[in-house]
């Protein structure tokens, strides 16, 4: 039984990390005049109210974006998807993943979306009409499609971590994925927690792929006692300049371990 709903979590300090990361890749990526494949394994519901109960009863947006919106130019990917965002739905919209790859991916890409939380996947499709929502696992899913046409492309995967053998899991899925889809820009999605249950499946996916790169950030708790401190990034094939913009990511998310 699926009990995790990102509405809670949305526009949290991860997401700030994860989301303009990712749309820094596919800005660089729709850059060149080729069109690209654009999945997810784990899409969520692309649209969140940050004024809504959820959103307030963690006050992780508070502690998210409300912070970072002013550490991005205006002309950063990321505020470019989160000003569309909130010119089509207001000022409290948030956009997921897949909402922030819609607003960048143009007419010839194409995407295609999993999810399993039926209330999540109905949310999505009323999000994104048109676009190819799948109701089932995220990870199966991939593995089925992979490799996209077109060839180029990049694959978010990003689970909830609910399920304690995703650590175990995930390496032998990406070294799968890989297999199929030697190009593929690999992005995966892991908190850093207390006890850093990540660190030997991000051990084990550097012995797989030597050359790919783990970015990880850390920033202060959301709320006393709140586990999570730090989002990590473990990406193959990462596009031309991606340790420069993680690198200026990172000064950013020092500022916040620096305040009293
Ligand atoms: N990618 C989204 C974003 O950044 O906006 C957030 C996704 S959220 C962290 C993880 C999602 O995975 C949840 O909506 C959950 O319902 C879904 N989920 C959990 N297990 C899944 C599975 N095996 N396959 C597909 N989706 C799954």
């Given at each position: 039984?699926l009990?995790?709903?990102?509405?809670?979590?949305?526009g949290?300090?991860?997401?700030v990390?994860?989301?303009?990361?990712?749309?820094?890749?596919?800005?660089?990526m729709t850059?060149?005049?080729k069109?690209l494949?654009y999945m997810?394994t784990?899409?969520g519901?692309?649209?969140?109210?940050l004024?809504?109960?959820?959103?307030?009863k963690t006050?992780?947006?508070?502690?998210?974006?409300a912070l970072?919106?002013?550490w991005?130019p205006?002309?950063h990917?990321?505020?470019r998807?989160l000003?569309?965002t909130?010119d089509?739905?207001?000022?409290?919209?948030?956009?997921?993943?897949p909402?922030?790859?819609?607003?960048?991916?143009?007419f010839?890409?194409?995407i295609?979306l999993?999810?399993?939380h039926?209330?999540e996947?109905?949310?999505?499709?009323?999000?994104l009409?048109?676009?190819?929502?799948?109701?089932?696992?995220?990870?199966?899913?991939?593995?089925?499609?992979?490799?996209p046409?077109?060839?180029?492309?990049l694959?978010?995967c990003?689970?909830?971590?609910?399920?304690k053998?995703?650590?175990?899991?995930?390496p032998?899925?990406?070294a799968?994925?890989?297999?199929?889809w030697a190009?593929?820009?690999?992005v995966?999605w892991?908190?850093?927690?207390e006890?850093a249950p990540?660190?030997?499946?991000v051990r084990?996916?550097h012995?797989q792929f030597?050359?790919?790169?783990?970015?990880?950030v850390?920033?202060p708790?959301?709320r006393?006692?709140?586990?999570?401190?730090?989002?990590?990034?473990f990406?193959?094939?990462?596009?031309?300049?991606?340790?420069d913009?993680?690198n200026?990511?990172?000064?950013?998310?020092?500022t916040?371990?620096?305040?009293?």
């Amino acid at each position: 039984m699926l009990s995790y709903q990102h509405s809670y979590h949305a526009g949290n300090m991860a997401d700030v990390h994860k989301h303009a990361m990712l749309a820094w890749m596919l800005d660089y990526m729709t850059a060149k005049p080729k069109p690209l494949s654009y999945m997810e394994t784990h899409a969520g519901r692309a649209l969140y109210d940050l004024s809504g109960p959820e959103a307030l009863k963690t006050g992780e947006a508070a502690r998210g974006i409300a912070l970072a919106d002013r550490w991005f130019p205006a002309d950063h990917p990321y505020m470019r998807a989160l000003r569309a965002t909130r010119d089509r739905h207001g000022p409290q919209a948030y956009p997921g993943s897949p909402q922030i790859a819609m607003d960048l991916l143009r007419f010839e890409d194409s995407i295609a979306l999993s999810e399993l939380h039926p209330a999540e996947v109905e949310a999505l499709r009323a999000a994104l009409p048109g676009v190819t929502v799948s109701q089932t696992d995220g990870y199966a899913g991939a593995l089925s499609r992979c490799p996209p046409d077109p060839r180029r492309g990049l694959l978010l995967c990003d689970p909830s971590w609910e399920i304690k053998s995703d650590y175990e899991t995930v390496p032998d899925f990406m070294a799968k994925l890989h297999r199929k889809w030697a190009v593929g820009v690999l992005v995966l999605w892991f908190p850093v927690l207390e006890g850093a249950p990540h660190r030997p499946m991000v051990r084990q996916l550097h012995r797989q792929f030597p050359d790919a790169i783990s970015h990880t950030v850390a920033f202060p708790p959301a709320r006393p006692g709140h586990g999570m401190t730090g989002s990590g990034l473990f990406v193959v094939n990462p596009p031309y300049g991606f340790v420069d913009q993680a690198n200026w990511l990172s000064d950013k998310f020092a500022t916040l371990c620096a305040q009293p």
